[in-house]
Each structure stands twice: as structure tokens, then as C-alpha cells.
């Protein structure tokens, strides 16, 4: 069991380095895990994890996760909370904004050419 959160598009980087295969010239979205698996106290492999799927977006870095759905803006906390069921936006505003911030420079800078998410507007 290891704390550092990773995703299933961590698996392909992973299983390269282990078989000392590269990678295709282009960015993806994973990262290797071998560092993550040796260690439990390796640094994450991702300072942020992003979602989208449909209306629905999210970002999550360290406990903190943020979950839009159309107008909808939902604030957790999930070493406080991880049932996330406590909406931690009135309390902790900025942290809302810095992961609304990260999300919209994802949806722009990273993936914004991405003809799967280009209707994904950013949120103001």
C-alpha cells in the first residue's frame, strides 16, 4: 500500500521503464511508478491528477480535490473527509481557486488541441 495517489494511465510509463522500452514521441498523461513502488516515502509521481468525463470535471492535489459539474463547484478534503460528503468550499476558498486555477491551465495549455475535450471550457 503506498500513499502517494497515482492512475491507471500510469501503467504504460511503468511498464516501459521495466522493460526498458521508450515511449512514443508524444506527452502522456502517465508517469512511470517504479520510484513510487520502491519507496513508500517517494515523492508522487503527479502534483496534480485531472478528470473530464461529459459535463463533469475534477483536480485533486495531495488531500485536496475539487469537482465541477456544470455551475456546481464542490470542495473536499479527503484526509478530513474522505467520503467526501463535507463541502470544504466556504471554508477554504483559496484552495478552491488554486485548483480551479490548475484545472483551467490544464484544459488550455495541456490538452486544449485535444479534439476529445475542446468543448471542456474553463471555468470562471
Given at each position: 500500500?503506498?500513499?502517494?495517489?497515482?492512475t491507471?494511465?500510469?501503467?504504460?510509463?511503468?511498464?516501459?521503464?521495466?522493460?526498458?522500452?521508450?515511449?512514443?514521441?508524444?506527452?502522456?498523461?502517465?508517469?512511470?511508478?517504479?520510484?513510487?513502488?520502491?519507496?513508500s516515502?517517494?515523492?508522487?509521481?503527479?502534483?496534480?491528477?485531472?478528470?473530464?468525463?461529459?459535463?463533469?470535471?475534477?483536480?485533486?492535489e495531495?488531500?485536496?480535490?475539487?469537482?465541477?459539474?456544470?455551475?456546481?463547484?464542490?470542495?473536499a478534503?479527503?484526509a478530513?473527509?474522505?467520503?467526501?460528503?463535507?463541502?470544504f468550499?466556504?471554508?477554504n476558498?483559496?484552495?478552491?481557486?488554486?485548483?480551479?486555477d490548475?484545472?483551467?491551465?490544464?484544459?488550455?495549455d495541456?490538452?486544449?488541441?485535444?479534439?476529445?475535450?475542446?468543448k471542456?471550457?474553463?471555468?470562471?
Amino acid at each position: 500500500l503506498r500513499p502517494q495517489p497515482v492512475t491507471s494511465m500510469d501503467i504504460l510509463p511503468t511498464l516501459a521503464e521495466l522493460c526498458d522500452v521508450d515511449l512514443p514521441e508524444k506527452p502522456l498523461d502517465g508517469k512511470s511508478l517504479v520510484t513510487t513502488c520502491q519507496s513508500s516515502s517517494a515523492k508522487p509521481p503527479h502534483e496534480q491528477l485531472y478528470w473530464v468525463y461529459q459535463e463533469a470535471w475534477a483536480v485533486r492535489e495531495g488531500p485536496w480535490k475539487v469537482i465541477g459539474h456544470g455551475e456546481e463547484i464542490f470542495l473536499a478534503n479527503l484526509a478530513q473527509d474522505p467520503t467526501e460528503t463535507t463541502d470544504f468550499s466556504t471554508s477554504n476558498p483559496h484552495m478552491g481557486e488554486y485548483l480551479i486555477d490548475r484545472y483551467n491551465h490544464w484544459i488550455i495549455d495541456d490538452i486544449g488541441m485535444d479534439e476529445n475535450v475542446q468543448k471542456q471550457a474553463p471555468v470562471n
